[in-house]
């Protein structure tokens, strides 16, 4: 249970309870393969968790130079970087902080390899490949989606003159959010198409979309796999998870600030699903609220909208044992990942703040946001209009 009594709304809280149950169910991956875990920054950043996080991952992976200073910063362990297009004026300082770097395309490789590899030869360097094998409904999240940006493909590195060989490691993604079975058949179609390459390399980076906390994820039969390939190939398997790290970990609570009627029971909540989880509108989905259930279940069914102007900002429809009060608070279940890393101030809302449950049971509040926040976004802090 959360101390509701002691956590501001809107308010993001990680319980670190259930996050080291996710880690040590993680690192026993690492343990019996060999493999390497990481955690995937995009999905999840952050850093007042890090400390726990780094007793058991073996490091991070980021897309973005303020997240390889983020990982730099505040995590520690390996780095290892990816990103669909480095910028020249950036490159040397990933590659400052940097273990593992991937490029996207073979004219970012021909462009940057040996500039890498002779100024930076502590830094490992890998290539994203295509596998053109889609294990994702939704095109959104579909990496290997037709016109896909992301990596190689087979036919490309055949055009190529490139020697491939002189590579470190191949990196591919496939999944999102999904079971072992997903990655089994995408191996099946990298090992058809990429095996004489792969057994060059040092390493083979799967990517994320991993649901290895998900309580029927198949953790026997994914260590059985990367045996397999590790034996198979002589590589360091490696895995970027995000969401499968933090799942079911985090928490939105919220509060009713109004309620309404306009042919069925409406409230409004000082959050926002445009603004403060995205995913439901991207996905789409609809987050669980404790003590809910789906409409019409429980006696009173209500439409759960944001506090912002955008028409479909609507979180879904949930019910009740009891009626809504205004100032009640609600908690929204599995609101780590993606949520405070997609996070905006789209109508000037307040973020929610930030904050912990410690293994005590404990509330620590980590962050909280001000008018300085959303102002510092847009322009110079100090610019003030003079009125007459």
């Known amino acids: 249970m959360l101390p509701l009594a002691d956590i501001p709304s809107p308010c993001y809280v990680i319980d670190e309870r259930r996050l080291k149950a996710n880690l040590e169910r993680i690192n026993r991956i690492q343990t019996e393969t060999g493999a390497k875990v990481i955690l995937a920054l995009k999905a999840f950043s952050t850093f007042s968790t890090f400390p726990l996080i780094s007793q058991y991952l073996s490091g991070t992976t980021a897309s973005s130079l303020n997240e390889v200073r983020l990982a730099h910063d505040t995590f ?66 579909d990496p290997c989606c037709t016109f896909s940006r992301f990596g190689v493909t087979k036919t490309e590195m055949d055009k190529s003159n490139f020697d491939f060989t002189k590579l470190d490691g191949v990196h591919f993604h496939t999944l999102c959010g999904k079971h072992v079975d997903s990655l089994e058949r995408t191996i099946e179609v990298v090992r058809e198409k990429f095996s004489d390459l792969i057994h060059h390399m040092k390493w083979v980076n799967c990517g994320g979309g991993h649901g290895l906390t998900y309580p029927n994820y198949d953790i026997d039969r994914l260590c059985r796999l990367i045996k397999s390939v590790r034996q198979e190939f002589d590589v360091q398997f490696i895995m970027e998870p995000g969401e499968g790290i933090v799942f079911g970990t985090g928490y939105l609570v919220a509060s009713v600030v109004d309620l309404l009627y306009n042919d069925m029971n409406l409230a409004v909540i000082d959050s926002s699903a445009s603004a403060h989880m995205p995913d439901v509108i991207e996905m789409p989905y609809r987050p669980e609220i404790e003590g809910s259930a789906q409409p019409n279940e429980k006696e009173y069914t209500y439409r759960l909208g944001g506090v912002t102007c955008l028409s479909g900002d609507v979180i879904g429809n949930y019910s009740f044992d009891k009626p809504l009060q205004i100032g009640q608070k609600l908690v929204f279940k599995d609101m780590a990942h993606y949520t405070m890393v997609k996070n905006t101030f789209f109508n000037g809302i307040t973020l929610p703040s930030i904050g912990r449950v410690d293994q005590d049971g404990v509330f620590h509040l980590d962050r909280s946001f001000t008018y300085e926040d959303f102002k510092s976004r847009l322009g110079n802090v100090n610019f003030k209009l003079d009125l007459v």
């Open 76 to 141: 520690g362990k390996e780095i290892h970087v990816y990103s669909p297009g480095y910028k020249p004026n950036e490159i040397d300082e990933i590659c400052g902080y940097a273990h593992h770097i991937v490029f996207n395309s073979l004219p970012q490789l021909e462009k940057y390899f040996y500039y890498v590899r002779d100024r930076y030869p502590h830094v490992e360097i890998g290539l994203r490949i295509n596998p053109e094998h889609s294990e994702v409904n939704y095109p959104i999240y």
